[in-house]
């Protein structure tokens, strides 16, 4: 509802403060209003009942003890109380006049508003002076020998009782301020703190072989309903992963023997046989038996890796001759392509390792590099010493990765979304190469390149 209030990155807490900011303010101003203009009207209905309430007093004052009386009562008064007066005799001649200090600037009327007819008859009058900040409240009255007595009065003490209250509500409105903001932290440490926690705890889950969880101590209910649902549909998903891995490791091991054997005894008819179309149909089964091997030879290689328990033939191997050799042999298939291959040199380097199984990680690399770079693309092998050991890197100009695969592609069936439907491949090239790479104490990985793109890496350490 209050989305497009605010920048899309604004971060929510600071969402949260100024819509609670701005909601007291506007509650504040509504009150102060509100309350103000009450209490203006209220102090206008006083004033003038005063006025009116004053005038019969002095009139019977004067009726009582006559003018003498009225000076009398009229230098008593107080400063701010102090009322103004006028006696105007029945001929319009003003008889007597006691017009305070404060009272002089306004210009007091000559004449009622209406007449005034008989003894005991009113009027009033409000009346503003330029320069002057209160509003002179001015009554008459007809008294027994047909004299008109005025009297006025500002509405100065009005003005400060009402000055008095706004002073305290502005305190409360303050003071309501500080504490709408003790939503703000009961969101910030019960609801966006196990928010972040998440974050982390996914981040942390994408991790290949990651047991991470979401936890959340001191959320609020629906938060840690939430992270129990999703640990326990994780829980589930893993012992899936894991039971479906053990029945592909136990396959593959069962596999191997089998394959061994039909792979003999083709072999055995492909040799004997004097029919050709027999012979020919023995070589597309062997072709079919390679490929059925070749993938029992990678679950187990991976499986083995997996596990710390892949066997290295190791061996000094000189790494620009083993290269260089490879991307000679890939060069063909890159041109068939109309892709770009090269080989940017390095430091000559050896290294104690598996040379087949590099040769193999290598090729992994450049196989997906050769499969997902657009025609017209150019594909970089080089190499740089790191340490007492390589690194090893495949640049290519293809599509790149989607930030939220970069680790998952490394999982075994995982295939980012850039393969396209007649891309080959069942997702396991990638889970190789880094099997490989861990097995030698190394590591394998992968990024976007500045521009398009993406390369990827795999560090031999020295043995």
């Given at each position: 509802m209050f989305s497009k209030l605010w920048p899309e990155k604004l971060p929510s807490p600071w969402r949260l403060s100024l819509l609670m900011v701005l909601i007291v303010l506007v509650i504040n101003l509504m009150i102060l209003t509100f309350v103000r203009i009450a209490v203006t009207q209220d102090m206008r209905s006083v004033n003038r009942s005063r006025i009116l309430d004053s005038l019969l007093q002095h009139a019977a004052l004067y009726t009582e003890g006559g003018l003498p009386m009225l000076k009398k009562v009229s230098k008593a008064?107080?400063?701010?109380?102090r009322n103004g007066l006028r006696?105007?005799?029945?001929?319009g001649v003003v008889v007597y006049e006691d017009i305070p200090e404060p009272l002089r600037p306004y210009p007091w009327p000559t004449q009622p508003l209406r007449t005034l007819v008989g003894k005991g008859d009113m009027d009033q009058q409000e009346i503003t002076a330029d320069g002057q900040p209160f509003l002179l409240y001015v009554g008459a009255i007809r008294l027994w020998d047909g004299s008109t007595l005025w009297l006025g009065r500002t509405d100065a003490q009005s003005r400060h009782y009402l000055g008095n209250i706004e002073r305290h509500l502005w305190f409360a409105g303050l003071t309501?301020?500080?504490?709408?903001?003790?939503?703000?932290m009961w969101y910030l440490h019960d609801v966006l703190r196990p928010i972040q926690s998440f974050i982390i705890s996914a981040e942390r889950m994408r991790l290949p072989g990651s047991t991470t969880r979401l936890r959340a101590p001191g959320a609020i209910p629906e938060l840690k309903v939430l992270a129990s649902v999703v640990n326990t549909g994780l829980d589930q998903i893993q012992a899936l992963t894991r039971e479906l891995q053990s029945t592909n490791d136990f396959l593959a091991h069962e596999l191997r023997t089998p394959l061994a054997r039909i792979r003999g005894n083709l072999e055995h008819l492909h040799d004997e046989t004097d029919n050709d179309k027999a012979r020919e149909a023995a070589a597309r089964g062997l072709e079919e038996i390679d490929r059925a091997t070749q993938l029992v030879q990678t679950l187990l290689t991976i499986r083995a890796g997996?596990?710390?328990?892949?066997?290295?033939?190791?061996?000094?191997?000189?790494l620009d001759s083993l290269l260089s050799n490879l991307v000679e042999l890939f060069i063909p298939a890159a041109e068939d392509r109309r892709l770009v291959l090269k080989l940017v040199p390095g430091l000559s380097l050896t290294l104690n390792m598996d040379r087949e199984l590099l040769t193999q990680a290598v090729s992994n690399l450049l196989d997906n590099a050769l499969a997902y770079t657009p025609a017209g693309g150019q594909i970089t092998v080089r190499w740089q010493g790191e340490g007492t050991g390589a690194l090893i890197t495949v640049d290519d100009t293809g599509p790149g990765l989607h930030p939220g695969e970069v680790e998952v592609i490394w999982e075994r069936y995982a295939r980012g979304t850039a393969a396209r439907p007649k891309t080959s491949g069942m997702g396991l090239g990638l889970s190789l190469v880094r099997s490989i790479a861990m097995a030698h104490g190394g590591y394998a990985?992968?990024?976007?390149?500045?521009?398009?793109?993406?390369?990827?890496?795999?560090?031999?350490?020295?043995a």
């Open positions: 008064g107080q400063p701010l109380s006696v105007v005799g029945a001929t309501a301020s500080l504490m709408a903001f003790l939503p703000v997996d596990h710390a328990a892949l066997r290295l033939h190791r061996q000094i191997t000189s990985g992968a990024q976007n390149r500045e521009g398009g793109g993406s390369t990827f890496w795999i560090h031999i350490p020295g």
